[in-house]
Nanobody, 127 residues
């Protein structure tokens, strides 16, 4: 499985960005959890939000609830991260990740659980 993240950039506080994660290399992504993590300079990589490819179960970090939304497009094999009301503390490199866990009803927030990673895209929010 290959993941290609895109859509990062520089935005002012209060603005919006949409990140995309295009998945390829799998016949189907049923059974996968697709998540976004982020890593700010000097900090550990942290879970942002995730979605089950089949069924649509989602999980959000408290810090982004009400501001960020995750969705997926089955036809395009793409997961989206819509980020609204951005804050300077959202500045980080954002990574998409995939975890093959067929039948799972929960979403792991632990980075080492994920087997596949995209290359990361920089999001910078200016104050």
């Amino acid at each position: 499985v290959q993941l290609q993240a895109s859509g990062g950039g520089l935005v002012q506080a209060g603005g919006s960005l949409r990140l995309s994660c295009a998945a390829s290399g799998g016949r189907t992504f049923s059974g996968y959890t697709m998540s976004w993590f982020r890593q700010a300079p000097g900090k550990e990589r942290e879970f942002v939000l995730g979605i089950r490819w089949s069924g649509g179960i989602t999980s959000y970090a408290d810090s982004v609830k009400g501001r960020f939304t995750i969705s997926r497009d089955h036809a395009k094999n793409t997961v989206y991260l819509q980020m609204n009301s951005l804050k300077p503390e959202d500045t980080a490199v954002y990574y998409c990740a995939a975890d093959y866990v067929p039948g799972a009803l929960t979403i792991s927030t632990v980075a080492r659980s994920y087997d596949f990673w995209g290359q990361g895209t920089q999001v910078t929010v200016s104050s």
